[in-house]
């Protein structure tokens, strides 16, 4: 067969082409509406019946199971769903993701979308170059519905030929007339061809083409489709490998759901096939079978140039041919439907068979990946953002937010540790406290870098400019709460100096330090209550501001009889100097505080 590499490079140019398109669209879609994908997931209930309608909508919204699938494991990863969520949610999608072949199937055989793909990037322009990010998302998702079609064109064009190479053909006849053998076969095509492109939308197209050109039967066509979901999995289970127990389970979840699925629908294979080609029948669309045996019926009359010509066009001119062709052509329409027939009631059985079993999966799931002993907190650092799971970066900040809920609960205890130390006797209680704190505050540095580096990886994505400013403001955040512990640490490191100083505070200057904490209390637990939140006003602005001015308030009035008492001499000068320093980092402290609350609720993010 004359196949050059030029023409390979061509065939995965055009698959590229495909898988572009599919992430352009996708993307822009998650920028137009992924704050409300975002609040749709995150308010997901124990109801598995919503879960999996809830993954139907998100995957027919952003063509992607595995978008859908990485977002699900993420959320596991976050805390915001349950295992058994998760399973349904996945569940849903793997009906979803569907669409992507009926759409194939309606506008990429029945008619030439190449002659409007062009026109819709003409007129996608303007709104690329759009000042309102909302037009320039629209601009995006159709440049990539466009592309995506563009693509499909290319693919079709640049397939090998196999009608003009026999021996070809007659190699893969060989290897479809083996009963369950060739449907192992093509299965195992189907799942190794899903894992290297990645995308089962993607090798559904391609599985599409072949069998609408008759290369293959429908039957080694429908196991292809089989394989494919399995090998779709592949993209989820890769992301959790650096996620938390759940995520992992998550991402076992779907993996098993889809296995399960496929042993059952082998063992019901030809009985199956029977009653999609009954219901395409039924609907009028015709037997998907028909164009397989008719290409088989042409080839024993015609030779390999003259059916390459049919199939082609190229003889239209001649009625005889023209019939022939229009005949293909109907049959290929039949058959690309008859797949997507297949792939949309396999999934919607396998969900209505396997929504029952959900804690089945559950405990499955508990069972292959236990829980890791010891330690509560699997990570001292990051526990809900994994760096393996950027491709929906628009819907990942929602980990971000739940990581920050984190950082700043975590530094909220340093103080109660700072305030236990304040009054601490024992030497060893004491150092083993202050040890606790350096811990806490080296904690503190790295998380502040690590959610650093999963915001600027995010920033390097796709994101509207309302999730970019989302990162920017974040990123400030952090910076903040990084400070908060630093101050924590330094009033520790105060303290520390005056019981080494052989220093000891009176019961008055005491309960003024703690009036102090009390202060900071109620600033950091009002951040912490902000920082809950998903909107923000100026209200939530104007308690921080008040608690800030009290805190200063009462550092000038403590700074103002710190020199009257010492003038009084009812403490010596180091002891003053010990003491005023752990009053100033409180209001350092206070001011960090409030830093962050103006961050969030200034830009109203």
């Known amino acids: 067969m004359e196949y050059s590499f030029l023409d390979l490079l061509t065939l995965v140019g055009s698959l590229g082409v495909f898988l572009y398109g599919m992430k352009i669209m996708s993307e822009g879609l998650q920028k ?28 027919a919204l952003i063509q992607s199971s595995s978008a859908t699938t990485l977002m699900v494991v993420s959320f596991v990863n976050a805390g915001l769903l349950s295992l058994a969520q998760s399973i349904s949610v996945i569940m849903g999608a793997n009906v979803g993701t569907t669409v992507t072949a009926w759409i194939i199937s309606l506008f990429g055989f029945k008619v030439d979308i190449g002659t409007f793909a062009l026109p819709l990037v003409a007129f996608c322009i303007p709104l690329l170059f759009s000042k309102k990010s909302t037009w320039k998302n629209w601009g995006e998702f159709i440049m990539g519905f466009s592309l995506l079609f563009l693509g499909l064109g290319f693919l079709k064009d640049s397939m090998p030929d196999l009608q003009s190479n026999p021996q070809i053909l007659a190699f893969l006849q060989d290897y479809t007339n083996m009963g369950y053998g060739s449907v192992f076969l093509f299965l195992m095509i189907g799942t190794i061809m899903t894992i290297v492109v990645q995308s089962s939308s993607a090798t559904v197209a391609i599985t599409l083409i072949m069998c609408s050109k008759g290369w293959i039967p429908f039957e080694m066509a429908t196991a292809m489709v089989l394989g494919e979901n399995i090998g779709t999995t592949i993209t989820a289970n890769l992301a959790a490998l650096g996620a938390n127990t759940n995520a992992k389970r998550a991402a076992l979840a779907h993996l098993l759901f889809n296995i399960f699925g496929v042993i059952w629908v082998l063992i019901l294979f030809y009985p199956f096939n029977s009653m ?64 997507a027939l297949f792939h949309t009631m396999f999934n919607i059985c396998n969900v209505l068979v396997m929504i029952w079993f959900v804690k089945f999966y559950v405990m499955i799931c508990n069972k292959l990946i236990p829980a890791k002993k010891g330690s509560k907190d699997e990570d001292p650092h990051l526990q809900f953002v994994s760096f393996g799971m950027l491709s929906t970066s628009e819907l990942n900040l929602l980990q971000v937010r739940q990581e920050v809920r984190t950082y700043g609960v975590r530094v909220a205890r340093m103080l109660s540790m700072d305030e236990q130390l304040l009054v601490e006797k024992n030497k060893e209680q004491f150092t083993s406290v202050f040890n606790r704190i350096e811990k806490y505050e080296n904690i503190c540095d790295r998380m502040e870098v690590e959610i650093a580096k999963y915001l600027n990886k995010l920033s390097e994505g796709r994101l509207s400019s309302e999730a970019k400013e989302e990162v920017r403001v974040y990123l400030r955040v952090i910076s903040e709460i990084e400070s908060i512990g630093d101050a924590c640490f330094n009033i520790a490191r105060g303290i520390r100096r005056r019981n080494e100083g052989k220093s000891v505070f009176s019961k008055e200057l005491n309960d003024q330090i703690k009036a102090m904490f009390a202060l900071c209390y109620r600033a950091i637990d009002r951040m912490n209550e902000v920082l809950e939140l998903n909107e923000f006003s100026t209200e939530d602005a104007r308690i921080s501001y008040d608690i800030e001015n009290e805190i200063n308030n009462l550092r000038d009035r403590l700074k103002l009889k710190n020199m009257e008492d010492m003038q009084n001499k009812l403490y010596e000068y180091q002891d003053a100097v010990y003491y005023m320093d752990i009053v100033d980092e409180c209001e350092k402290f206070g001011d960090y505080v409030l830093n962050v609350v103006q961050a969030l609720v200034e830009k109203k993010i």
């Open 276 to 339: 999609i080609v009954h219901i395409s029948e039924y609907f009028g669309q015709g037997d998907p079978n028909a164009l397989f045996k008719e290409v088989g019926r042409l080839s024993q009359h015609y030779d390999a140039d003259t059916m390459s010509k049919i199939v082609s066009g190229a003889l239209n001119s001649q009625p005889q041919f023209a019939a022939i062709n229009a005949q293909l052509t109907s049959l290929s329409v039949v058959v690309s439907m008859g797949l």
């Open 32 to 59: 137009i509406a992924g704050e409300r994908m975002r609040t749709i997931l995150s308010v997901m209930t124990s109801n598995r019946f919503l879960g999996v309608f809830t993954g139907i909508l998100i995957t």
